[in-house]
C-alpha cells in the first residue's frame, strides 16, 4: 500500500524558512516524479513544485520559484521542500503526491494526509 | 498557463439524484484531465485519468467524458459518500493547473 507521510508544518513568521518533508513507503519511490500541492484554507490546489525521479529536473510554480527548493533523497524515500522567505499568503496545507511515471506532468495518483504551514506574525 | 474553469462552483442534491459537474480549459488539453474528489480534512483521491478512464476501486456510477476544452463528470445516482468537493485538472500544459472545485452538498 503506497503511503505518503509529510511533516514540518508549523506557525513561522513572515520572511521566515521552513522545511517540509515526506516519507514515502509501498512502492519504488525511486521510480516516480513527485510533487508538493498547496491548499490555502477554504481554497482550491494549487501545484507547486515537481522533481522527477532521479532528482535532476525540478520545476516550480511561477508564486514560488526563487524562494522555494524541492529535493529528494532516494535512499531514504523522503522528499523535501525547503521554503525561504515565506509570505502569508503561503499559508496553506502542503500536500506531498506522487506522479503516475518517472517524469513529471502527468496527474497524481496518491497523496499524503497534508501538514500545515501557517506564515504570520 | 492554461486557466480550467468549474461550472457550477457547488450544488445541491439528494440522494439518488443524477449530478454532472462541468470543466473548462482555456484550450484545447487533448483529454489530459484528472479529476479528484476530496472529503473535508482528507486529501484529494483520484478518481479519473484521460478524461474517462475510471481509477481503479472507483466505483461505475461515476463516469467522466469530453474532448477538446470542455469535460464533464457525471455521478449516474448520488450516494452519501460522494458528498465532498470535486477538482478537475489539466496535465496537457506546463504548469499542471486545477479548477476551483465544485462542492457537492445535501438538499
Known amino acids: 500500500e503506497v503511503q505518503l507521510l509529510e511533516s514540518g508544518g508549523g506557525l513561522v513568521q513572515p520572511g521566515g524558512s521552513l522545511r517540509l518533508s515526506c516519507a514515502a513507503s509501498g512502492f519504488t519511490f525511486s521510480s516516480y516524479a513527485m510533487s508538493w500541492v498547496r491548499q490555502a484554507p477554504g481554497k482550491g490546489l494549487e501545484w507547486v513544485s515537481g522533481i522527477r525521479d532521479s532528482g535532476g529536473s525540478t520545476y516550480y510554480a511561477d508564486s514560488v520559484k526563487g524562494r522555494f527548493t524541492i529535493s529528494r533523497d532516494n535512499s531514504k524515500n523522503t522528499l523535501y521542500v525547503q521554503m525561504n522567505s515565506l509570505r502569508a499568503d503561503d499559508t496553506a496545507v502542503y500536500y506531498c503526491a506522487k506522479d503516475l511515471s518517472s517524469a513529471t506532468g502527468l496527474y497524481f495518483d496518491h497523496w499524503g494526509q497534508g501538514t500545515l504551514v501557517t506564515v504570520s506574525s | ?107
Not at chain 2, 457547488?10 to 443524477?18: F, H, I, K, N, Y
Not at chain 2, 454532472?20 to 479528484?36: H, V
Open chain 2, 1 to 107: 498557463d492554461i486557466q480550467m474553469t468549474q461550472s457550477p462552483s457547488s450544488l445541491s442534491a439528494s440522494v439518488g439524484d443524477r449530478v454532472t459537474i462541468t470543466c473548462r480549459a482555456s484550450q484545447g488539453i487533448s483529454n489530459s484531465l484528472a479529476w479528484y474528489q476530496q472529503k473535508p480534512g482528507k486529501a484529494p483521491k483520484l478518481l479519473f485519468y484521460g478524461a474517462s478512464r475510471l481509477e481503479s476501486g472507483v466505483p461505475s456510477r461515476f463516469s467522466g467524458s469530453g474532448s477538446g476544452t470542455d469535460y464533464t463528470l457525471t455521478i449516474s445516482s448520488l450516494q452519501p459518500e460522494d458528498f465532498a468537493t470535486y477538482y478537475c485538472q489539466q496535465y496537457y500544459g506546463t504548469p499542471r493547473t486545477f479548477g476551483q472545485g465544485t462542492k457537492v452538498e445535501i438538499k
